[in-house]
Structures are given as C-alpha cells and as structure tokens.
C-alpha cells in the first residue's frame, strides 16, 4: 500500500501552522485535502465534494440548528498537511445531561506531532465551550460516518463509513485518547448467504405472530415515510450508545438525497394490524460509482458516469433499522432480515454489509452470524478527558 506525505517531510525546524477555518478559501482547502491525501489508496472511496461541503455547511445543514462547529487546518510551508473538527452537539448535551465534546473530519499525514497539535487545538475550543470530554470521530454526527478504521483496510469503504490510513490508531493515541467502543461492519457475500435458517424460523414467527407483515417503503409518499422512521428511530434507540433523540429535520434532510439512490424493493416497514413496529433501509453501495467518477466532481463528466452506472451496482449496505422495544423478542427482526436477503439475491446483488453493529451489541452480532455474516471492519471510537 502507498503512503501518503510522512514524517520525514515535516522536518522539526519548518514550523507548523494551525488556522481556524474562516473563509471559503480555507473552507475549500479543508474539504479539498483527502483527494490529495489518499492518492494512491485503492480502497478509498472519493466522496462527491457537493456533499463534503453540505456536511460542513452551517446554514444549510439542520444539524447545526442544535450544534456549534469550529474547523481546524495544519500547515506547513502553505501546504495543508492535516485537518480536524471541534464539535459541541447541544442536543446530545440537553439531553444525556453532560458535557461532552465531539472531533471529526480527522486528517492528517503520518507525523505525531501535527495529530497532537490539531487534538490540542480542537480540544482547547471545546474547553472554551464548558466541555469536559471529548468523543469521536463523528462526521459531523452520529447519524453522519463515524469511526475510525482500525481493521479491514483491504476493503474499499460502503456507502455513509468512512475510511482512513492504517496509522490513523496510532496518531489518535499519540494525542492521548482511548479507545472508547468499537463498531463492527459485518460482510455477507451471495455464496455463504444462509437464508434457510431464517426460512425455518420465518415460519415459526408467522405462525406465532400472524397479524405482522412486510411492506417496502412507499418512496412517491417519503415524507410520510420519514415520520415513521423517525418515531420508530427515536423509540428503539434509546438505550444505544451514543444516543441522543433525533431531529425530524435531520432525517428529512438526508431522505432527500437518499432518496435518488435507494431500492424500494430493499426498504421495508413491519407492521401489526397496520401499526408500523420497526424498519429497515438497505441502500445500493452507490460508492461503486464513485470510484469509476474518481475525483468527487459530478460535472461536467461525472455526472454521465453516475447516470450509466447506478443501475449496475452490485454491492449493498444495510444503513438504518430500528425495532420498538416491545417487539424486540417476538422475531420482528428476522421476517425483515429475511425479506431483504430474498430481495437481494432475487436482484443479484452479489455482496452486503452491516454496518454499523456495537461491538456490545450481542442479539445483532448473532443475528448477522446466523446469516453467513462474517466480521469484514472494525472502526473505533476514542474519548478523552479535557483537563
């Protein structure tokens, strides 16, 4: 694998430069850096830059109605060399009742000191914000990629994960976090698909509980839609880590690009009696495409290169679903594991991912297994106490 600008390029005499991201210059050049930082990296996926710049977006992305943001470059001789974010998430706060921080967008060369200074920075803003700990990465948020990639570097990254040079570990502890939890992306390929298990105990919870039933999403009626997702989100999460109710607004704002990309046939609400209870959204691994676009630019060409290509992806990746705590026991979560697995394979998707799964998130990880499903990546998460 190459590497990317190292150690010996910052030579302990150049002076270093940590500037707080004020302009649409420096804006430009703190999304800019990954294209430039991960050449030569076969398994990064570049995202489309439209979407980099809405992610950091105060006045358009609603997530920031509830969040404050601060934006960090390191440079040396002019040249970024590194890139981070402070993030104090009051909606999170208000409602855990702490105090806590967030880093994210995390970039840097394979040189300890400038990850130090950035962490330093970043951890210095959010003191000046009553902070006490910090937490990450999120990118921006917890409904945003998060983690980051500590094993699995091998594999490109599915849509909505990120990924990050194998020293990225090292340089996070080197600025003294640790590792707070771990999140686990599970890989099920078409040829070790155990659908049969999930046939038999299919028709053991629709004997048991006959009123439930599959339907696929209605994605001409989104909006409502997004409603019950929200509910059922806010209901079923709540004892997650990393939980903090989410905004409808939030919601909304990603169902609208995903909207343009996502399978009816792999989007699906379970009802009781016509009460939806739980959901799952698995979405086409459009990232495919992106990696035959090449520079995260639509236009002028890329664009033709979306359009040709959309329909000819073959991998997947299950991104959200929820159950409602009462129905968690009853086998809600198989009948739709079921009902996707035979809708991809009847579509020849040849390969999926699960993803994200706690590491503590024992039910989950048993019910991948029983699917065939294999750990693929491991990201992590860090913490850190600002004294």
Sequence with gaps: MQTPIADSVVAPSKT???????????????????????????????PLRMEEKKLIDTKKNPY???????????????IVIG???????RNYNDYNKTAIGFFGFFECIDHDYTAQLLFKIA????????????????????????????????HPNRILMPYNWAYYDRLIKSAGLEKSIDLLAFGINRNVIKNERYARG????????????????????????????????????????GYAPLPLELLQHSASDLKMIADPDLAIVAE???????????????????????????????????????????????????????????????????????NAYNKSYDSAEWSWVLENNVAMIRL????????????????????
């Design 16 to 46: 270093i430069q940590i500037d707080l991201v004020l302009t649409k210059e420096d804006q430009k050049a703190f999304t800019d850096f990954p294209y430039t930082h991960y050449v030569g990296s076969p398994n990064w996926t570049p």
């Design 64 to 78: 920031y109605k509830l969040a404050d943001l601060a934006l960090f470059i390191a440079r040396r001789d002019n």
């Design 83 to 89: 890139r981070i974010a402070a993030i104090v998430d």
């Design 123 to 154: 951890g210095d803003w959010l003191k000046e914000k009553g902070m006490n700990k910090v937490i990450g990465p999120t990118n921006p948020s917890f409904f945003d990629p998060i983690g980051t990639l500590i094993e699995g570097f091998e």
């Design 202 to 241: 299919v028709e053991i919870v629709k004997k048991r509980q006959p009123n439930i039933k599959i339907r696929k999403m209605d994605l001409k009626q989104i909006d409502k839609e997004v409603k019950i997702i929200h509910e059922i989100y806010n209901k079923a999460w709540a004892s997650n880590w």
């Design 272 to 342: 009781d009696n016509g009460r939806p209870v739980a959901f799952s959204i698995t979405l086409p691994d459009i990232h495919e495409v992106f990696r035959k676009i090449g520079n995260g630019r639509l236009f002028p060409t890329g664009i033709f290169t979306l359009i040709m290509n959309k329909s000819k992806v073959k991998g997947l990746r299950t991104a959200l679903a929820g159950v409602l705590p009462e129905y968690r026991s009853i086998g809600v979560d198989v009948l739709m594991h079921h009902e996707v697995i035979a």
């Design 368 to 387: 991948a297994e029983r699917a065939g499903g294999f750990i693929e990546k491991r990201y992590r998460m860090y913490e850190k106490a600002l004294s």
